[in-house]
């Protein structure tokens, strides 16, 4: 079944904590992305991937880290969380040709809580 | 900068009745257009796109939307609700910026469909 796998699905933990949220699709997909999600805000982008070793800055990268050492996984770092980023984050790829639009999916959500 | 304006934050409905909401985009270039559902504790599943031809786009569950160039509108119409449409209602526009496609996404529309 082609998806898109986000762990973990839901995590509390405190300030300055490092933690990891791990992405994966199954659908050899160039692009992928992160956003997170807030009240009145909508989907927010954070950090994308046009492929392996390419990643850039999306609309609120600030605290966040990422890495795309394989074209399955898009892991997303953050090094100190703060309470500012409880949230709820969601992974999401598709293909990526050019200035042609391909569908976007996305994953189940992780929904992160930091005290 | 592109953006997307979603009118309505929160709709309640009672089953039976019709729907439509609204959704603006400001962006020049050439658009394509997208809603997207996210029912309770779920991911986020495309509703219906956007991308040439015939302006009035018919999606899954009865679901459509008309594109008025004029206008910058996009909005989701359905003529009868139902209970199970109790979801969250996101309007997207994939614009073309900085060499890649880019999804920005509205603030949402939450719909509460009562029985």
């Known amino acids: 079944e082609a998806q898109v796998t986000q762990n973990p699905r839901y995590l509390i933990t405190v300030t300055g904590k490092k933690l990891t949220v791990t992405c994966s699709q199954n659908?050899?997909?160039?692009?992928m992305s992160w956003y997170r999600q807030d009240p009145g805000l909508g989907l927010r982008q954070i950090y994308y991937?046009?492929?392996?070793?390419?990643?850039d800055k999306g609309d609120v990268p600030e605290g966040y880290k990422v890495s795309r050492k394989e074209k399955r996984n898009f892991p997303l770092i953050l090094e100190s969380p703060s309470p500012n980023q409880t949230s709820l984050y969601f992974c999401?790829?598709?293909?990526?040709?050019?200035?042609?639009?391909?569908?976007?999916?996305f994953g189940p959500g992780t929904r992160l809580t930091v005290l | 900068a592109q953006s997307v304006s979603q009118h309505n934050h929160h709709v309640i409905l009672s089953e039976a009745a019709s729907l439509e909401l609204g959704c603006n985009y400001s962006?020049?270039?050439?658009?394509?257009l997208f809603w997207y559902v996210q029912y309770p504790g779920q991911h986020l599943q495309l509703l219906l796109k956007?991308?040439?031809?015939?302006?009035l786009v018919k999606g899954i569950k009865g679901f459509e939307a008309e594109f008025i160039k004029s206008k910058f509108s996009f909005n989701l119409r359905k003529p009868s609700v139902q209970w199970s449409d109790t979801a969250e209602y996101f309007c997207?526009?994939?614009?073309?910026?900085?060499?890649?496609?880019?999804?920005?996404f509205g603030a949402g529309t939450r719909l509460a469909v009562h029985p």
């Open positions: 956007y991308f040439s031809g015939d302006p």
């Open positions: 659908m050899n997909h160039e692009y």
């Open positions: 962006y020049g270039g050439t658009v394509n």
């Open positions: 997207a526009v994939m614009a073309f910026s900085g060499g890649y496609n880019k999804l920005i």
């Open positions: 999401a790829s598709r293909y990526q040709q050019g200035a042609s639009y391909n569908e976007q999916f």
């Open positions: 991937s046009m492929n392996v070793e390419v990643t």
